[in-house]
């Protein structure tokens, strides 16, 4: 079997006019998940990565702690979502940065309600794909590793919450509820690993941060 490592982009600059842009803390998550992998021996023999520039520097970061990881493929079908746009599509007045407790889970309890609409057909946010499309280009990212990727190899993805919650959906078949549900629960620079053989994909762990168990991890955890 082949092994799938599936890497959440470490925090990105939630309520900023630039989301797609790393915080120095999403850098050091990366940085050190790389230590970790570099500690344990860890060597991938493909990299692929969607588009976005947090992608870019999640495998940035990765690849400081790492020390070597060879050239990725961007594959656009790993991008994310546009989550204004997706809770646009249900509640169009302009919302503000969220500045506290309430305001955050008022914020993402609208991005539930919109993501359930889009999944369901129910609304078409602008200038974003059908979710029927959405997980096609998933599913592409999915099937390429199946059909390059030697026997025994490691593979690593740096994608983001959407995209890794809807591959593991996709494995487990699961409602778009449940996927719902287990992308607004990633963890920022989280690890999903994947078993593969040529004809299929089976879930190993989700969401996990071991380069985060140390004593002073916990306050490096971070979901936006």
């Given at each position: 079997m082949g092994t799938l490592y599936l890497v959440r982009h470490g925090q990105a600059s939630f309520g900023a006019a630039d989301y797609d842009q790393l915080s120095p803390l999403g850098f050091q998550q990366c940085r050190l998940l790389g230590e970790y992998w570099r500690a344990r021996g860890m060597q991938f023999d493909a990299v692929l990565t969607g588009s976005l520039k947090r992608h870019a520097q999640s495998f940035a970061g990765i690849v400081e702690g790492l020390g070597h990881a060879p050239e990725p493929l961007v594959w656009p079908g790993l991008n994310e979502y546009d989550s204004h746009a997706v809770i646009g599509a249900l509640h169009p007045e302009?919302?503000?940065k969220p500045a506290n407790a309430e305001e955050y889970r008022h914020h993402f309890r609208l991005l539930r309600e919109g993501l359930a609409a889009w999944m369901q057909g129910r609304t078409q946010p602008?200038?974003?794909?059908?979710?029927?499309?959405f997980s096609a280009g998933v599913a592409s990212a999915l099937a390429h590793v199946l059909k390059t990727a030697a026997q025994g190899s490691r593979v690593l993805i740096v994608s983001s919450g959407g995209p890794i919650s809807t591959?593991?959906?996709?494995?487990?078949?699961?409602?778009a509820e449940t996927t719902i549900e287990l992308n607004l629960r990633i963890r920022n620079s989280s690890v999903t690993e994947f078993a593969f053989t040529p004809k299929r994909h089976m879930l190993v762990t989700y969401n996990g941060l071991p380069h985060l168990d140390f004593a002073e991890g916990a306050a490096l955890v971070t979901y936006s």
């Open positions: 302009p919302l503000h602008v200038g974003m794909p059908s979710y029927a499309e591959a593991v959906g996709q494995i487990l078949q699961t409602p």
